[in-house]
């Protein structure tokens, strides 16, 4: 593993040759269309820079990222792959994209008369896409302004490089948002019919080649969380995160643990206390005080139960049962082999992308299966 080492110990490793194969798996489902690699949120939490150099490797050309400051640091990395900007065009910085070469996904009749004035001034049509809004309420053209578009193309010239738009369910395989949403844009479509289109999310990518047309744009199941809720999840694990066991003590029935005294023990117990809190993305959520599911981590391929409040920098975890020796400084897994991002999130009622993205505690990123000419720095 390579990477920064810290006193403390514990860390998290980023399996890239796992990311690498999972995003060629989603390739291979997408069949003729294209696959292209959402990198918002410095890659789900994973690092923008190094993944997007390892995909670009494996044969990605097509990246996402939210920010247009994401995508002047993905262009650093990647100064030959088409960079696109979900967050649309910012309010007069329409020069700051084409320098970095980034490509506006353009979301109102605003952001499209500020971009073809941009390009009329430069006398050079710079690339963007556009983004329909088919339901979400997100960013985007309403669908009542398609033809309105229409004519600003056409009166301008401008050829968009894609046409997208985003789905709401995809995640959940038999909402009619879903269909609804396909049928809305390929109403759009019809009024574009020369442009490429992108509509699939990893979950859209997955539940049907309907919606694969040009391009998908998969994130979550690049990452390995899982895309459709109540499916066997088919991605490998990406991410493990490690951390240091501070001191064990044998507490007796009836003692309470922890901020709140809000878990009472209900056997003599011998006790972990972990490095591992809510600053560094263990949720306040995975608190374990009884009547509800708190969340769990493992010693030697054994899951154990947290005991009590996740505080700021520690945490308490159950080890009666663990056979063998436990010492201050062993590692605990908080995930790994034992423990996938969606078991945290569902103990901690959120989503696998929220643990992803939070990670960004006081624990070193590292990384293992490296491939080669993929720079760290
Ligand atoms: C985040 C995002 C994606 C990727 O979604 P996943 O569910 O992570 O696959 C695709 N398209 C847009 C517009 C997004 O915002």
Redesign the pocket.
């Known amino acids: 593993m390579t990477g920064s080492r810290t006193i403390l110990g514990g860390g998290i490793t980023i399996d890239l040759d796992a990311i690498v194969r999972n995003w060629k798996a989603l390739d291979t489902v997408s069949g003729k269309a294209l696959t292209g690699a959402?990198l918002?949120a410095d890659a789900?939490g994973t690092g923008a820079k190094v993944v997007g150099q390892a995909l670009y490797k494996a044969g990605a050309r097509f990246f996402?990222v939210?920010t247009p400051d994401e995508g002047v640091a993905l262009r650093k990395a990647l100064p030959q792959a088409f960079i696109f900007v979900?967050d649309g065009l910012v309010p007069r910085t329409a020069r700051d994209y084409a320098a970095h070469g980034l490509m506006p996904?353009l979301a109102s009749m605003s952001q499209l008369t500020e971009w073809l004035d941009f390009c009329l001034n430069q006398g050079k049509a710079e690339p963007a896409a556009l983004?329909f809004d088919t339901g979400f309420n997100r960013v985007g053209f309403r669908m009542n302004e398609a033809e309105m578009v229409k004519r600003e193309l056409e009166q301008s010239g401008f050829e968009p490089q894609m046409i997208?738009s985003?789905f709401a369910c995809?995640?959940q395989p038999t909402h009619e948002m879903t269909r609804k949403q396909n049928g809305l844009f390929q109403g759009v479509l019809n009024l574009f019919p020369d442009v490429p289109a992108s509509l699939a999310?990893?979950?859209g990518?997955m539940a049907s080649k309907d919606y694969h047309y040009h391009m998908v744009?998969?994130?979550?199941?690049m990452y390995g969380?899982r895309?459709i809720n109540g499916r066997p999840n088919p991605m490998a694990g990406v991410i493990s995160m490690h951390v240091p066991i501070l001191q064990i003590k044998d507490a007796r029935i009836g003692e309470t643990v922890g901020y709140g005294a809000a878990y009472r023990l209900r056997r003599d117990s011998r006790l972990a206390i972990m490095a591992l809190g809510y600053a560094d993305g263990f949720f306040r959520s995975l608190s374990g005080i009884g009547g509800q599911i708190g969340g769990r981590v493992a010693i030697n391929g054994r899951t154990v139960p947290v005991l009590g409040r996740v505080s700021m920098d520690m945490s308490v975890i159950d080890i009666t049962d663990v056979e063998g020796l436990v010492q201050p400084g062993d590692l605990v897994e908080v995930l790994g082999p034992t423990i996938g991002i969606d078991d945290v999130a569902d103990a901690a009622r959120t989503i696998g992308?929220e643990i992803l993205t939070t990670l960004n505690g006081r624990f070193p990123r590292g990384y293992v299966n490296v491939p080669d000419g993929v720079s760290l720095d």
């Open positions: 959402v918002k789900y996402f939210a979900l996904v983004h997208m985003h995809a995640d999310n990893s979950a990518l744009r998969p994130g979550i199941s969380g895309a992308y």
